[in-house]
Structure formats: C-alpha cells, structure tokens
C-alpha cells in the first residue's frame, strides 16, 4: 500500500515554476527530485477583476517546509507565433522555507500552445524573475527560472518541470 501510496504522489502535482502564463483553476500533487523528494501541494485561483487575466498560484512543500504564492497576470493573451496562440504575463511570487528564509520575485512568463497530437494538446511555458530568495550563492540567489512541458486531457493536465527549486519535477493537475 505503502508503494501504491507513493506511486500516486510521484505522477500528480501543481507545479508554480512551470505554469501557464494564462490563469487555470486547478489543484494537485506533485513530486521533485533531487534530494529525498519534495512533495507538493498546490491550488490555483483564477479571477478577472476589471477585466483583467489574473490568478493566484499556492504552493506547500513537504517534508522540508516551504511554502509559496505566486499573483500573475496576462498582458498579452492572444499572440500568434508559428500557427500557434502564444500568450505572455507577469508574475510576482512570496517564497518561505524553513528556517526561516523568505524572499520573493518579480517578473515575466509566456506560454507557447503546442499542436494538438489527437485528443491530446499541450503547451511549452517559461519564466524568468529577478529579486532575492537566499538559496547559497549569490547569482543563484537572484534569479528565479522555470521550463515546463504540460500535457491535457480534460480534465487532467500531466506537467514536467525544471526550476530553480528543483532539477525536477512530475505532476498532474485536476482542471475545472
């Protein structure tokens, strides 16, 4: 039961790096390597005040705490790049882990709609920010980045990651 456990949370997850630019309800679990493994929870809320694609991204990490906030909002949500809608947005991101580091980032992420294979679409999404979060050495510590390859199948989304945080990470998402 145990492995069947654990099997679970290895292919499920929210992964913050890696999303969309453009807000999605959604909820998951998620695991990272490297390490022992981090496990991930996390929601997304998406709401449009005065007309505006915004959406606030929560993550908890375990067993080693850590726990984030991301508000993003999409500035251009319909560009064409390729026969493909790209669509480009800003973030700003709050991070804490124990013991007691905090920080946060600002900046930028797009997502790039990949050609549909059946049933099946996918999307490639990127994200750079620049502030602080003390993760050792100092250009490590001011740079956050993510690159994300998520697959959908209503209602499932399977996500693969790399970022900052983690050199990897699996995950699948429920979309309402």
Known sequence: MKRLAILVFVFAGVVLAGQPAYPENGVGLGYSHPGAGVFTLGLVL????????????LEVRYPHLGVSATGKVLVLPSLTVGGQFMAVGGFAELRYADPGRFGGYLGGAFSWDLPPLGQVEGAFSGRLGLGYFPKGSLAGSLFSYGLGLRFY???VAFELVTNDRDLFRASLLFLW
């Open 46 to 57: 998406p709401a449009t005040p005065m007309g505006l694609d915004t959406g606030l991204d």
């Open 153 to 155: 199948y209503d209602p």
